[in-house]
């Protein structure tokens, strides 16, 4: 399987691979599933602020790869990275088990340009979205180290974290990656705290800030946020966004895994990563 062709992004934007961001700004960008009217999140027109905020160790994505290489273990070698990004983790898991074989797939295409960029060729980029890709193969191991699904805390237990909205929709991405599983294949989901409001500085005297508000109730067992990306230069507004984000409490986290067909190992050693794990046909009669 090819990777997807190269756009040249930054010279789009008129910058470099780790450079300072340029000072264009850019409106509030999501697009939307035409046929429910829901947001769907993309990262198109800030991918690369989003890469300089990657880059600054928002993440700690060393010890997230060194992680998932314990988890994966050495008898598995094929990797599938879902919601790959700028290529950050991927990166960074490449340096920690080079014999990997990883497939990294995204739907944003500014995104994977600076992830090629990144990367080169010790990964597979594909332009998908998971509830409809078809790689055609399957894979050891897949994980989604914030791209797509997380594990958030939840006072003492956990819940789903997603960029979807719709349970029909999970459930569907869910039952894809499965698809894409070998036997007994594991799904890591990388666990985080719940989003707050929080800023941090950047490169270029460039200032990072997110704000959360409740969409819906949050003691439902669905309910969505709106997160706002901002990047600014002093008065300049360089880059904002509206992100929606959905969040599964823990019974139907449980009826949505169930239904994908995974078993739940639970947290990992490190505490980095909820482990699943596709569940064996039953043979019937």
């Known amino acids: 399987m090819t990777s997807r062709p190269v756009r ?38 800030i991918s690369d602020c989003y890469d300089l905020l990657m880059s600054s160790g928002y993440y700690d994505h060393d010890a997230m790869a060194h992680a998932a290489a314990a988890v994966i273990g050495e008898r598995r ?8 990004g700028t290529g950050m983790f991927v990166e960074s898991l490449v340096k920690a088990s080079p014999e990997f074989e990883i497939t990294g797939v995204d739907f944003t ?39 797509v699904w997380v594990v958030i805390r939840d006072e003492g237990d956990v819940m789903l974290g997603t960029h979807m909205y719709d349970y029909d929709d999970e459930l569907q991405g869910l039952q894809n990656v499965n698809r ?13 705290d719940m989003h707050r409001d929080f800023s941090r500085e950047l490169e270029d005297s460039i200032v990072y800030s997110q704000s959360v ?37 823990r019974g139907l986290m449980d009826e949505m895994l169930d239904l994908a067909d995974f078993e739940q190992d639970g947290i990992d050693e490190s505490g980095q990563f909820y482990v699943c794990r596709k569940a064996p046909v039953v043979e019937s009669g």
Do not use: C, W
């Not at 070698?77 to 790959?84: C, F, H, M, Y």
């Not at 946020?225 to 992100?243: D, H, M, N, P, W």
């Open 109 to 147: 295409p500014e995104m994977l340009d600076i992830a090629e960029k990144r990367i080169g060729d010790d990964a597979a980029l594909i332009e998908a979205d998971v509830t409809s890709m078809d790689l055609d193969r399957t894979f050891d191991a897949a994980i989604s180290s914030g791209g």
């Open 180 to 192: 894409h599983l070998v036997p007994d294949g594991l799904l890591l989901l990388s666990i985080q």
């Open 8 to 45: 040249d992004l930054f010279a789009t934007f008129g910058g470099e691979p780790g450079g300072p961001v340029p000072g264009t700004a850019t409106l509030h960008d999501f697009g939307h599933d035409i046929a429910k009217g829901l947001p769907v999140n993309t990262y198109t027109g």
């Open 77 to 84: 070698q094929s990797v599938l990275e879902l919601g790959v």
């Open 213 to 249: 508000s409740r969409a819906d109730d949050p003691v439902d067992e669905h309910f969505t946020i709106e997160k706002e990306y901002r990047f600014t230069r002093g008065e300049e507004v360089i880059a904002e966004q509206t992100l929606h984000l959905g969040f599964y409490r």
